[in-house]
């Protein structure tokens, strides 16, 4: 495949707080963003098991991007910087897997930050559109 | 039983009006939903959140026996509630209810219609694919706590607590300023009714203070908050006040006595106040308060902690005899010290970076040479009348044992001073010279110490040749303090060392201050670089000495001794002769003929730091000389004592603990240059008063380590805070009179002069008070009430309440960065919270609107839109500018008759008279000028632009640039989130917009609720918004919560996690990471235990668990992936 007719699928974990604040500032600004970018919601960035982001590329995503609070602003305290600290470990395990660690992104948006979120899925759609299709599509038994 | 039932769903897509339906095909998606696995029945219609939306469902649950709804509107933020509530009215658990958000997600952010359909599918089948695995939860019912915290005392949170506290619940409301009023209290008169703002805020404010149910925390900050809706714990930080709250009555006598000026906030700094104010005459609780910000940097500089602000400002004040007797707190000896000290104060006098420091040390002298001349040598405190029955012994009257001497001595102990030599004052008397420190002044300071009741025996040396510790115990003393100074002189080893014409310093200065007469001869050198070096060198030349060379192996920059007594030292006529030391002398009939020196090179730093000296081979040299004084340094007598069983380091002092100053033998004690080796009058005087106290302690049978020695210490303050706080101008120090070098070489009268009095008071003033409050303890004096205490702490206060009310407010724009409008530039430039002062009866002009010159201005500009509706600032309106800049135009009018000038963008008067308002000022004459201000500028381009300031504006309405030449310009600044804001957010868990206000949970329907359930915002800290409409929202969140406590109870969110013990290996992962301490581990089954009272469902534990075992309700991992996979299909 390549970059034409190429349109990645998305998925954009956002916290119960900051994150789905953000998307819903964006909302209300009316902020388009690429409709392949697909939000949904998780109570805490923190609360992201890994097995969403393994499940979502088996799925066949393309690539999941993930906002919550900024560091400090956690609605539980510390949720994201244990986010961080695991999606840090999750890309090396993806890198691992051939399923490509940059396929996955951490990015703090905060509640009021809806043209971050927006930016965040411009650039992050396009990042992938660089990349092409998941590997895993070109493996015969999956 | 359970009974495994299929699911029954049934969807129900939202128009929203057109928000939906405008983008999204509803039918297509109803059509698509119908035909979804386990979907029984799918709807669309225009408004699902109205009651018939609502009754649609609850009729389809009964009438298609549904068992799981979807409905698929806007943000499940938005109406959750509304819908799980539908399902529950029909008999539905409330969780087995999912919401597609189609609005937010979709509709409002897709450009492309068919784009759009797509994705609201996509979501509707996620949210089918999820409903289906819901499970039913148990929603948790909570009481919730009555009392109501209400954070910020402006004019909302006083409303909010007023309504509550009628209400008859308790309300704690916090402002962290000292008073209550907020900004409402600095207004003159309100728009558009013209009534004074403090005619009906002030009877508000008193109902405030006065409410049985209000408990006021003034001068507070609300430091953490936790617990969830109906109970929180919240911890109040009172500052301290530094005066008590129940004792102080208002009376506003203590400020007479405060010589601290400080920029008054409240008038932003317009006018001064003294460091113990009240913001405002009116203010509620009528209590003063000290602004002690710290402890200014000179005072912390001093080892002996002198405060030298607090003497500083009581001599900018005239008060020199109580200056006298704040410095004999904490030292003796202040005319010596005032001379000979090497104030280390001076060096981080914060005037350094402003002009030069404050000559702190002179106006110490000053002090002390007026007192003596003008009260006389008379003791400054009253001795107990009562004699305690412990009697201490000091052994050495220098400056360390006399100050130990002293202040054991007003404390009521009888002391004894054991000297060796003939008279008391130690290094003092024998070893500075005359010049620099008379004797006969020595002898006056010593008097005082006298006069306390110390009784000090000359002639009788302690130790060698004299008596023992042991000895000083058995005549009864309960201590004995080791003050015996360093008096040995350090040698070199050299040969010729025992030639006649060589001498040690201490010895040379002993005989020469004895009166003694020493000849030198004409070509004399003096061996060291410390500060008795240079002493001896400047009195040779004293005593006749032709040619006087300091010699020194190191260079310049490492000399220890005061860098100013080096350069008077040169000016007078001595040599400095570096990297150079002697290695022999030589002599003709056992008198010194020649010294041998060798050059020096400076190698590796050493432990000292400085680098260590090496002698250059084969450079020695000879040199006819007649005398050498070795200065190079003294240790103390202390050989002697290590026979008493004290232990003694390796240099020869006393080893002591720092803190307590104790030897290793009970009941002894020691300071000074004993336990330091050489070093300043001040230390040894700090030490000694630092040994008093500890001795106190010791011979009280007290625990010597129980509290630290300075029990009332607070940090520096920072510097460049100190001169941020308002303009300053950079002075010079004022200049010490000295006597020039060529007289006074001559004799041994003083080199440099006391102050006099008017250079003292000048001096004095120059200090910058860095600490806000000196300490000097006036006020104390003054306040009958004694409700001063300026060693108070700061307190937490914790309360439990059951919901929050947040009303912070606003501060205003700061135009200090829009250069063009010239606001610090030209005097005459005010932003329009300034004027609101000067127009304020109470403020700095007292009402009168009056150019600081103090004319009457004839033309004012106002400029509407400073820091609002503008890209380079803030976007948004600020709502209230346009009418107050009216107000002011009104006022000015009335007040002076000047013509006025606005120049506006639009002009916003929407509200009940104020269009009206509008009106009345346009017939009034006001000249409006539509356009925005280019620039403000004193460049004159005509004469009757001449010496004022001209307004540069484009007139839109006329199509054309015009310059109004005006007096006085207003800029009608706009309003910003509050500082700390942002921490306030994170206290309470809400949040804030990009231009930091905080988020309401709906902008129409839920105006003062916000995301976090049980936290309210009220007024401006939601938004810009007049007075009218922040009492509105004040009472409205105080209904809120009000509803909250009458209803006793709520539901909370029943989704927490849950451990499964089956699968549970008890590794206590989720327990290690679990940030409310919600998880146990239960050693007897070896698994871990939710409590799920506390447990607030963020998830972070089933994420972490490493077997799966904890699981999140309702947003479990089957649930996830069903979604998921809808999402993605």
Redesign the interface.
Known sequence: MGGNGFIP?I?YALCA??G??G??????L????P?NV???????T???????VL??LI???DGMVVSGCHP??C?????NF?ARR?LAVMKEVLNTLGLDGDRLWLRWV??????RL?DTAFEFDAHIRGKGPNPLVKRWDT | MIRREEPRIGVYICHCGINISYKVDVEEVVDFASKLEHVVVARDYKFMCSNIGQELIINDIKEYGLNRVVVASCSPRMHEKTFRNACKKAGLNPYLFQMASIRELVSWVTEDEREATEKAKDYVEAAVRRVAKHQPLEPRIVDINPNVLVIGGGIAGMQAALEIAEGGKTVYLVEREPSIGGHMAKFDKTFPTLDCAACILTPKMVSVGQHENIKLFTYSEVEEVSGYIGNFDVKIKKKPRYVLEDKCTGCSECIKGCPVTLPNEFEYGMMDRTAIYRSFPQAVPNVFVIDKEGFSPCRNACPAGLNAHGYVKLVSVGKYEEAFKLIMERVIFPASLGRACPAFCEEECTRCLAGGHVQIRALKRFVADWYYENVGVKLPVELPDVQKDKRVAVVGAGPAGLACAYYLAIQGYPVTVYEALEKPGGMLRYAIPEYRLPNQLVDKEIELIKQAGVEIVCNTPVGEGGKSIDELFGEGYKAVFLAIGAHRDRTMGIPGEDLRGIYTSIGFLRRVNRGEKVELGDKVFVVGGGNSAVDAARVALRLGSKEVTILYRRSRVEMPAFPEEVEAAEEEGVKLQILTNPVAFHGEDGKLSEVECVRMELGEPDESGRRRPIPIEGSNFKVPADSVILAIGQAPESSVFKQEGLEINRDGTLWVDPETLATNREGVFAGGDATKGPSTIVEAIGLGRRAAEYIRRYVEGEDLRAKPYEEHWLETVDKEEVLRRRRYTVSPPTSLVKRPSHERIKDFKEVEATLSEEAALAEAKRCLDCAGCCECRQCELLCEAQAIDHHMKEEIVEVKVGSIIVATGFKTFDPTPLIQYGYKRYPEVYTSIEFERINNAAGPTEGQIRMKDGRVPERVAIIHCVGSRDENTNRYCSRVCCMYSMKFAHLVREKTGAEVFEFYIDIRAPGKMYEEFYNRLQEEGTHFIRGKVAEVTDVAMSPEEEGRLIVVAEDTLAGKVRRIPVDMVILSVGLQAADGAEEVAHLVGISQDQDGWFIELHPKLAPVSTASDGVFIAGCCQGPKDIPDTVSQASGAAAEALSLIMRGQVEVEAATSYIDPEVCVGCQQCKRICMYSAIDYDPARGVCVVNEAICKGCGLCAATCPNKAVTTKHFNNVEIFSELEGILL
Do not use: I, M, Q
């Open positions: 699928k998925l707080w900051c789905t604040g998307s819903e500032t964006a909302a209300a009316w902020l388009k963003y409709e697909r939000p949904f919601r998780v109570v805490c923190g609360a992201l098991d890994p097995a969403y499940r979502a799925e066949g995503a400090g602003d609605h539980y305290n510390l949720g244990r695991r905060a509640h009021g930050e809806g043209k927006v």
